[in-house]
């Protein structure tokens, strides 16, 4: 006889949504992350900023991104239904993707929205994979949505991998 089971610790699971949110940002982005990566390799010192948004449900944050967006900024729909997008803003540093994602926020509660989230990532090499980048982003806009830690920029870097002085170990140290 089978049984249902049922997994009550949450470290075992995680919810579906997550889940799909992982699968859409790799879907919508590796692509473009491939060129950008190519660029940088191949076009001397290079970097751009990828900051993740979303917004309440009834603020058009399309809209908004697409009026205040750079041309050299490349806006990405991650999921419509729930108003998530990424941006990646070539030629932006950490202190410049700040004050953008401050600049949006604070236009977003002028427009009536109560509660936006923002992650983002400075990225100056291609030693991250395009995988890791993107996961790490969408770990830490799950935490502080379950935090529900809204109207601020986070930053986030994915886990760097360091040499030890004998070069007989690799360990990873996660810079969340």
């Known amino acids: 006889m089978i049984m249902d089971e049922r997994r009550n610790k949450s470290d075992l699971s995680f919810p ?3 889940i799909k949110l992982a699968k859409k940002m790799m879907d919508q982005l590796r692509t473009t992350l491939e060129f950008l990566y190519y660029l940088m390799d191949h076009r001397g010192k290079f970097s751009f900023t990828m900051i993740l948004f979303s917004a309440d449900e009834h603020l058009k944050l399309e809209n908004l991104l697409k009026k205040w967006k750079r041309e050299t900024d490349i806006l990405i729909e991650i999921d419509k239904i729930n108003n998530v997008y990424v941006l990646l803003c ?3 540093d950490e202190e410049g993707g700040q004050q953008f994602g401050e600049i949006l926020m604070s236009n977003m509660r002028l427009l009536g929205g109560t509660t936006a989230y923002c992650v983002e990532t400075e990225l100056q090499t291609t030693s991250y994979s395009i995988q890791e980048v993107i996961f ?8 502080i949505k ?5 109207n601020i ?5 994915p886990r760097e991998i360091e040499n030890t002085e ?3 170990v690799t360990y ?4 969340l």
């Open 153 to 157: 920029v986070f930053f986030t870097k």
């Open 16 to 18: 579906e949504d997550e």
């Open 166 to 168: 004998n070069n007989d």
């Open 90 to 92: 070539q030629s932006t």
């Open 136 to 143: 790490t982003m969408v770990e830490k806009y799950i935490s």
């Open 146 to 150: 379950k935090e529900k830690e809204s």
């Open 172 to 175: 990873y140290t996660d810079i």
